[in-house]
T-cell receptor, first 114, second 112 residues
Framework: DVKVTQSSRYLVKRTGEKVFLECVQD?????MFWYRQDPGLGLRLIYF???????EKGDIPEGYSVSREKKERFSLILESASTNQTSMYLC?????????????FGNGTRLTVT | GQQLNQSPQSMFIQEGEDVSMNCTSS?????WLWYKQDPGEGPVLLIA?????ELTSNGRLTAQFGITRKDSFLNISASIPSDVGIYFC????????????FGTGTRLQVTL
């Protein structure tokens, strides 16, 4: 079974702090994704990565950056956290070579910025 | 970025009732997917639809890919308490093949 692990379930940070959200997958998937989930807005794509050292902006990249130095790890970085970045963050991965293979999600990190 | 309109936003139903939810888009998609998110967990794929008009079942779940390719619905028959959660539709277009657009979600609560 694919396992996508997000390092923290809950985080509380202060406005202006630099925040790192870590995600690791154990199935050698090329594609990795970061979404944020907000009530009434569903899942919105922040950034994604097709492979190591590759990254592309999703629909709401402002205020975020990412790092993909190793295939199994995809980090989301909030350069200067703001209260409007309080949200649930979900990481996902998939293997593109398997046709329309599904996204496998982690259990999420609930971030609160005070 | 584009989002899919999903309705209803939330619903309370009694155990044993049937449930129906749908998703609409202004754009055409080549694939429609339905995910379920249990409390405290990430979404898990329930059903995938690949052709316009396709009707697919997975146990008590039935989903259809609309003929226009701009909509999809999900039905749950004879609901049970473990059906509680948030259901998301997702569409995948023909451009950036790996990129999904998710719906706004339907929160389902089942009472005994």
């Amino acid at each position: 079974d694919v396992k996508v692990t997000q390092s923290s379930r809950y985080l509380v940070k202060r406005t202006g702090e630099k925040v790192f959200l870590e995600c690791v997958q154990d199935m050698d998937h090329e594609n990795m994704f970061w979404y944020r989930q907000d009530p009434g807005l569903g899942l919105r794509l922040i950034y994604f990565s097709y492979d190591v050292k590759m990254k592309e902006k999703g629909d709401i990249p402002e205020g975020y950056s990412v790092s993909r130095e190793k295939k199994e790890r995809f980090s989301l970085i909030l350069e200067s956290a703001s209260t409007n970045q309080t949200s649930m963050y979900l990481c996902a991965s998939r293997h593109p070579g398997q046709g329309l293979s599904p996204l496998h999600f982690g259990n999420g990190t609930r971030l609160t910025v005070t | 970025g584009q989002q899919l309109n999903q309705s209803p936003q939330s619903m309370f139903i009694q155990e044993g009732e049937d449930v129906s939810m749908n998703c609409t888009s202004s754009s055409i998609f080549n694939t429609w997917l339905w995910y379920k998110q249990d409390p405290g967990e990430g979404p898990v794929l329930l059903i995938a639809l690949y052709k316009a008009g396709e009707l697919t079942s997975n146990g008590r779940l039935t989903a259809q890919f609309g003929i226009t390719r701009k909509d999809s619905f999900l039905n749950i028959s004879a609901s049970i308490p473990s059906d509680v959660g948030i259901y998301f539709c997702a569409g995948q277009g023909g451009g950036t093949a790996s990129k999904l657009t998710f719906g706004t979600g339907t929160r389902l609560q089942v009472t005994l």
